[in-house]
């Protein structure tokens, strides 16, 4: 049976009222040729395919139906655990028109974490993307104390018996079925989010349609963006940055989504699409920085000083917009001319060109890196919010503001204070109902009044702008009783181009060491400028006496840059860059510092060894 054509129904007057199957029927009707979805297929050599808004909504339809044949029904939680590629994002929206709950795993979540969030939301089903993921997936079938009954398979030849994906859209579409669909009420749960767990278990974070919509109200009215902007998505969408960024602000905004299945090709991905906007996690900024670095490195000296001048030029203009001053007309005309002239051309070569909002999260952001940047004439702006508070809660702005290393102010959606012990408190609209418990309750984190604590530390200056020192948990306390912000110490150390990551250890010892690994692509750059040869890669690099001592000044730059008690005394030179892969960093490119801990544990007590 052929469907009738979406309408928009009667929309409620208070957007922050509306669901996600409301905002994809209207996205149907009103835009139904505009393009909404698109991926490239391994096969098809660098083709892309596209879905418009109304072939979307079509699409999740039958998809819907072939989920609800499986026993899907409204309230299930089901899991999704596959990269980003179209068969996740279109499940998602249409488990949310059936009135289901998706929870997304990260690809790299370890066999006790799949254990954990399997039985915590109790869902019978689970997608997987390849046959590696079922082997994992597999022997809980057969707990007792997990409730899985049934997988299915994205890739072709789906192993072990187990449903093709494929099959699901073989479904035929019952007539009655509509009445099933896009029945979702504001404060429905859309979807479970599942912290990453720096420390201890995940937790799965209950976020409705209505926090959500909140959320992207008040995104909305901090940034300058054209119409039906495009939006590179690469970030897992296990991470709560890219289910707002990827997913339902491109439904609330009729934006077009550009998936890219594998992160190491994101480069490659901008330089096609010439996006308007584009947000990375700090390390993804530090690794596109220290590329760019190198790069410029190898060019010819008069070359570097004309980008050089033409740099001065952007941050200095930079400078009057941070004060919320004007440029004066002198200025102006000296930025237009280094912009057109020298910087655009160079941001062409990377399709970072067009990028009217560039934007970073999830862990403080080097000052240098912000710096560098804006000899670009790209402001990062910076923002700050936890999975709990549906992703942004303070951010920097063209539109309303911004403070170069603040993580701005809050949004429209949230208040936020600041605790007695410096403890950032936020509440508000977009603020999460609560923690999943494995009965289906929902625990609130809430006080009295409504605050959660975030575990963060800052401060809040007279402006309102935030000011990130670091997380509760991760202050350091040294034997003297002085408090350390590792995140501080870090981030002086990663302002020369040679260190990529740092971390610092101090608890209850009298001084500070710290762990650094090379850049992977500054270090060879500045190898060949200075004429190091070694043929042991990052570990020869990590041994050669001209990086070592280069490393010691770097350190000791720092060092001039921080109170005695932050200094570092001893550090280890490390080769192999950290990872989600090998587990010292979260998939979201947080650190984890016990995993690094007790993997360097005789690095570390070697170190305060006299």
């Known amino acids: 049976?052929?469907?009738?054509?979406?309408?928009?129904?009667?929309?409620?007057?208070?957007?922050?009222?509306r669901t996600l199957p409301q905002l994809l029927a209207r996205n149907a009707h009103d835009h139904p040729r505009l393009p909404g979805l698109s991926w490239q297929p391994p096969d098809r050599d660098g083709d892309?395919?596209?879905?418009?808004?109304?072939?979307?909504h079509e699409h999740t339809r039958s998809l819907a139906a072939g989920y609800r044949a499986l026993g899907v029904g409204r309230g299930d939680h089901v899991l999704l655990m596959m990269s980003n590629r179209p068969e996740h994002w279109l499940s998602d929206?249409?488990?949310?028109?059936?009135?289901?709950?998706?929870?997304?795993?990260?690809?790299?979540a370890a066999r006790e974490q799949i254990t954990h969030i399997a039985r915590n939301c109790r869902a019978r089903l689970a997608v997987v993307e390849v046959a590696a993921q079922v082997a994992v997936w597999e022997p809980l079938l057969s707990d007792a104390d997990t409730p899985l009954e049934r997988l299915v398979v994205a890739e072709e030849g789906a192993p072990g018996g187990h449903l093709p994906y494929a099959a699901l859209l073989g479904e035929p579409v019952p007539e009655q079925f509509g009445k099933e669909l896009d029945t979702a009420r504001p404060d429905d749960p859309l979807t479970v989010v599942y912290t990453s767990g720096t420390t201890g278990e995940p937790k799965g974070v209950v976020l409705t349609h209505r926090a959500v919509m909140s959320n992207a109200l008040a995104l909305d009215a901090v940034v300058e963006l054209p119409p039906h902007v495009e939006h590179i998505c690469y970030l897992p969408f296990a991470h709560i940055a890219e289910r707002m960024l990827g997913i339902y602000l491109p439904c609330h905004r009729a934006s077009h989504v550009y998936l890219c299945a594998d992160p190491t090709r994101v480069g490659e991905t901008v330089r096609t699409v010439r996006p308007a906007q584009f947000f990375g996690v700090p390390r993804i900024w530090e690794k596109l920085s220290a590329a760019v670095r190198a790069v410029l490195s190898l060019m010819p000296a008069e070359q570097r000083a004309v980008i050089d001048a033409a740099s001065e030029v952007a941050?200095?203009?930079?400078?009057?917009?941070?004060?919320?001053?004007?440029?004066?007309?002198?200025?102006?005309?000296?930025?237009?001319?280094?912009?057109?002239d020298v910087l655009l051309p160079l941001l062409a070569a990377g399709g970072l060109d067009r990028v009217t909002w560039a934007a970073s999260a999830s862990a403080p952001m080097p000052v240098d890196v912000v710096r560098f940047w804006a000899g670009f004439g790209i402001v990062v702006m910076d923002a700050w919010g936890l999975t709990e508070t549906t992703g942004v809660a303070t951010s920097n702005s063209p539109r309303t503001g911004f403070r170069l290393g603040s993580v701005g102010r809050p949004v429209e959606s949230v208040e936020i204070r600041a605790a007695e012990d410096g403890e950032i408190l936020v509440r508000g609209s977009s603020v999460f109902s609560g923690y999943l418990q494995p009965d289906g309750s929902v625990r609130s984190a809430l006080d009295a009044d409504g605050w959660l604590a975030t575990g963060d530390i800052g401060r809040i200056?007279?402006?309102?702008?935030?000011?990130?020192?670091d997380?509760?948990?991760?202050?350091?306390?040294?034997?003297?009783g002085k408090n350390v912000s590792p995140a501080l110490v870090e981030n002086a150390l990663k302002a020369h181009p040679?260190?990529?990551q740092a971390m610092v250890h101090g608890d209850n010892r009298s001084y500070l060491v710290a762990l650094l690994v090379l850049d992977a692509e500054a270090a060879p750059a500045w190898a060949a400028a200075h004429g190091v040869e070694t043929d042991g890669g990052p570990a020869g690099l990590a041994r050669h006496p001209a990086v070592r001592a280069e490393v010691d000044r770097a350190v000791a730059a720092a060092n001039t840059r921080l109170n005695r008690t932050e200094q570092v005394k001893r550090y280890a030179l490390l080769s192999e860059e950290w990872g989600p892969a090998t587990g010292e960093l979260t998939p979201s490119l947080k650190m984890r510092r016990r995993v690094i801990r007790d993997k360097y544990a005789d690095a570390l007590s070697r170190l305060?060894?006299?």
């Open 1 to 17: 049976m052929t469907p009738a054509p979406p309408t928009t129904g009667d929309l409620p007057d208070d957007p922050a009222d």
């Open 48 to 56: 892309w395919t596209t879905l418009s808004w109304a072939e979307i």
């Open 93 to 108: 929206l249409a488990l949310v028109r059936l009135g289901a709950v998706p929870v997304s795993v990260y690809g790299t």
């Open 315 to 340: 941050r200095e203009h930079v400078g009057y917009r941070e004060r919320g001053g004007t440029p004066p007309a002198e200025l102006e005309e000296r930025y237009a001319r280094a912009r057109k």
């Open 461 to 469: 200056d007279e402006d309102g702008y935030l000011w990130l020192t």
């Open 471 to 480: 997380r509760k948990k991760e202050m350091i306390i040294t034997s003297t």
């Open 498 to 500: 040679l260190i990529g």
């Open 608 to 610: 305060y060894q006299d």
